[in-house]
């Protein structure tokens, strides 16, 4: 009789396959991972763009709110300047004066001016001279020059002006004049005497010295 045959043994197939598939699962999961990384490195930068972004537009927007009402104080104040009606000079002269230095002799040489406040019947310094009556031939008028009416009015008051400016600076000592502080505190003098004068109907604005020699 025949020995029966047992089949060889056979490789199981698909085994070099399935190696294959193994080995090449842990690179795909790599490449995912590396990717995955990517993705939220490039995510996680936008958003960090767009916060700063963000962050910075509302910091300038505040800063430009801050420093709007500045400009437009300083834009109002400035026109608020340009709307104050400048004064009417008058140049008093020149004041020469002994000072009250007891230790030895001091004088004094002093250009005051004042600066006073308008009333309704000056007339506007700003238009052009008026014509005054009987003029010159060609049927043509003398020119009125606006300042005559002003100087006429303070007439009357320069001799009690001058007065009480003379009686203020005599008394005071070099030392007291010398100095900023000094010159302003006669200012504020000479202004407050000057207004008792006008009693209300003008008030100086501004006394200038031109010239304070002291000797």
């Known amino acids: 009789m025949a020995k029966p045959t047992t089949p060889k043994e056979t490789k199981p197939q698909g085994g070099e396959g399935e190696d294959k598939e193994k080995k090449s699962m842990p690179m795909d999961a790599n490449i995912k991972m590396v990717l995955i990384v990517i993705v939220s490195m490039i995510f996680g930068g936008i958003v960090f763009l767009g916060i700063n972004y963000i962050l910075i537009d509302n910091l300038l ?13 300083e834009e109002a104040s400035d026109e608020e300047e340009e709307q104050v009606e400048k004064g009417i000079i008058v140049d008093l002269g020149d004041f020469v004066l002994n000072l009250a230095d007891a230790d030895q002799k001091r004088y004094l040489k002093a ?35 606006p300042m005559k009416q002003i100087e006429l009015e303070m007439a009357q008051y320069k001799p009690a002006i001058r007065d009480a400016i003379l009686t203020n600076l005599s008394s005071k000592t070099s030392s007291e004049v010398a100095t900023t502080a000094g010159k302003e505190l006669v200012k504020e003098q000479i202004a407050q005497d000057v207004n008792a004068i006008f009693a209300g109907t003008r ?7 031109g010239q304070f020699i002291i000797q």
């Open 61 to 73: 927007g505040s800063k430009l709110q801050q420093n709007a009402p500045a400009e437009e104080t």
């Open 203 to 209: 008030e100086v604005i501004r006394v200038s010295f």
């Open 111 to 145: 250009n005051v001016a004042l600066e006073l406040s308008k009333i309704p019947t000056d007339p506007d310094l700003s238009a052009p001279p008026a014509a005054e009556g009987g003029g010159h031939g060609h049927g043509e008028a003398a020119p009125v020059d």
